[in-house]
């Protein structure tokens, strides 16, 4: 079945490990076009909410909701219109570059040829296309990742920490794709630990701490000062 969404939308959406409490009764809206920065200490529950929202956990309570229709109704469907890019970034390094996104196109059903020379490119590894990823340091194998996880064009793109091992140019690099993936009708949701490149990236920053979310505003610079007023006063 063919799956499609302009909005995400959690609903008093709780998640617990025991008596852990990962997520509180977290509610937020996002919506196409949306860059949604999650920002928050070590453990605010950043990673369990990206997790949610992948469908590869269950929330303890609470609903979460695709174009208004929960993820139980849209099926295995729904799955191939989201993109993760988690901390673990699923790749084989005994394989190339090329073979690892030439093995993921095949799971979504791609004809391989041309998306994975589009996104080798994009991930500036064309001359590297055939080495084994093995050798590649962790900002290239990162590139490498976030290409992976967009090959199938998904609606709703999940990263957590994109900007890891990347240098000033990657890093220029992937905002300015994940601005292009806004710009066309994407919902981009990252989490982050680093406020500077967040700045003039996201349109929105939403700041959790202890699975709670303390605030969802427009972001504005400047970003560091304003989560640190979050922060301090929760």
Known sequence: MSVDFDS???????????????????????????????????????????????????PSSGEVTFGGRPAAALGAGLRARIGLLAHELHLYPELSARQNLAFFASLYGLDARAPVDAALERAGLLERADDSIAG????????????????????????????????????????????????????????????????????????VRSGKLLSDEPAGAPLRARYRAVIGGA
Request: charged share 20%; glycine share 10%.
């Open 136 to 207: 590649f340091s962790r900002g290239m194998r990162q590139r490498l990742a976030l290409e992976r996880a967009l090959l199938h064009t998904p609606r709703l793109v999940l990263l957590d920490e994109p900007f890891t091992g990347l240098d000033d140019n990657a890093v220029g690099l992937v905002s300015d794709r994940l601005r292009r993936l806004a710009s066309g009708g994407a919902i981009v949701i990252l989490a982050t630990h680093d406020l500077d490149v967040a700045d003039g990236l996201i349109s929105r920053a939403a700041v």
């Open 8 to 58: 995400v939308r959690l609903i008093d959406v709780s998640r617990h490990f025991g008596r852990q409490r990962a997520l509180s009764r977290v509610s937020l809206t996002v919506n196409r076009g949306d860059i949604l920065g999650v920002l928050g200490p070590n453990g605010a529950g950043k990673s369990t909410l990206l997790g949610i929202l992948a469908t590869l956990a269950a």
